[in-house]
C-alpha cells in the first residue's frame, strides 16, 4: 500500500533533474531531493538552509532540522547560513522546495497565521528561510496534501511570495526571477497559466479524476488541455524511499 506521502514525494522526486541544485526545505522537500539523488540525478546538489551544501543523505538518517551536525557528513562544504542566501541571491540555485499551510490561486504561501494576522486563531512557524527561497530561487516547488483548508482562493498572510496578483505582479514587486512552477500533491501536480498566473491542473495522480481535484480546492484552478495521467510508484521507488526513510534495513550510505 502506498500512503500520500509516498506519493506524492515519489512524483516531487520525478521533477528533478540531475546536475542541478536544490535548496530543500526539511520533511518532504528533502526526502524528495534525497530520494532523486539515490535514482535519475546521482549529481543533484541538495543544500540546506542551515550551510550544508552537497548534502549525501544516509539512509535511515535524514535530518530532521536544517542545522543538525549529521547531515554534514561526507557533504561538499560546511559554510553559514548568510552564504548559502547570497548564493540564492546571486542566482545559482536552480529549485527551491517548499512545504506549505495555505496556498492560494497565485501560489502565494503562507505559513504564518490562519485568520486575522492580529488575533489568528492558528499561529503557524513562520516564515524561516521559506520567504527567501521563493523569492530568490529560479523555480520552485511545492509540496502539500490537497485540502480544500490548504487551497484558497488568497491565503490569510503572505509568508512567501508566488505571482501575488497573478500577471506580472511578481515583476513588477521587483522579484525579477523565480515563482512557483509546480504545486505536487496525493491527487494532481499543477502549474501556473503563464499569462494569468492562475494555477492550472496538469496532471491527476493514479486513480484520481479531475472532479476530485475539484472538490477538494477552494478556488477554481485552471486545467489543461492536454490534462496527463501520472504513473504510479514503481516497486523499485518505493523501496529506495523506504530504505532512506528508515523503514528498511539501510544499506551502506
Known amino acids: 500500500m502506498t500512503t500520500a506521502d509516498e506519493l506524492m514525494t515519489v512524483t516531487a522526486s520525478r521533477l528533478l533533474a540531475d546536475h542541478r541544485v536544490v535548496f530543500a526545505g526539511i520533511g518532504l522537500p528533502l526526502v524528495a531531493s534525497a530520494l532523486a539523488k539515490r535514482r535519475q540525478a546521482p549529481n543533484l546538489t541538495i543544500v540546506l538552509e542551515g550551510g550544508i551544501v552537497g548534502l549525501r543523505p544516509r539512509p535511515g538518517r535524514l535530518p530532521d532540522s536544517t542545522n543538525e551536525m549529521c547531515a554534514a557528513v561526507d557533504a561538499d562544504m560546511i559554510t553559514g547560513i548568510c552564504d548559502v542566501f547570497l548564493a540564492a541571491q546571486r542566482g545559482f540555485f536552480d529549485y527551491g522546495f517548499l512545504g506549505c499551510a495555505q496556498i492560494d490561486a497565485h501560489g502565494n504561501i503562507n505559513t504564518s497565521v490562519i485568520g486575522d494576522a492580529d488575533a489568528p486563531t492558528v499561529r503557524l512557524p513562520g516564515t524561516g528561510g521559506a520567504n527567501d527561497i521563493s523569492s ?13 483548508r490548504r487551497f484558497v482562493e488568497r491565503v490569510d498572510f503572505v509568508t512567501s511570495p508566488g505571482y501575488l496578483d497573478g500577471g506580472r505582479a511578481r515583476e513588477r514587486s521587483g522579484l525579477v526571477r523565480g515563482g512557483p ?73
Request: proline letters at 8%; hydrophobic letters at 45%; aromatic letters at 4%.
Open 181 to 253: 512552477s509546480r504545486v505536487i500533491t496525493d491527487l494532481a501536480v499543477m502549474d501556473f497559466e503563464p499569462e494569468s498566473r492562475r494555477m492550472r491542473v496538469r496532471a491527476l495522480q493514479p486513480g484520481v479524476e479531475i472532479s476530485d481535484v475539484l472538490a477538494a480546492t477552494g478556488f477554481e484552478p485552471l486545467v489543461a488541455d492536454d490534462l496527463a495521467r501520472l504513473a504510479a510508484p514503481d516497486p523499485e521507488e518505493l523501496a529506495m524511499l523506504r530504505r532512506l526513510n528508515g523503514e528498511l534495513a539501510p544499506t551502506a550510505a
Open 136 to 148: 530568490l530561487c529560479n523555480q520552485t516547488f511545492v509540496i502539500t496534501t490537497h485540502e480544500p
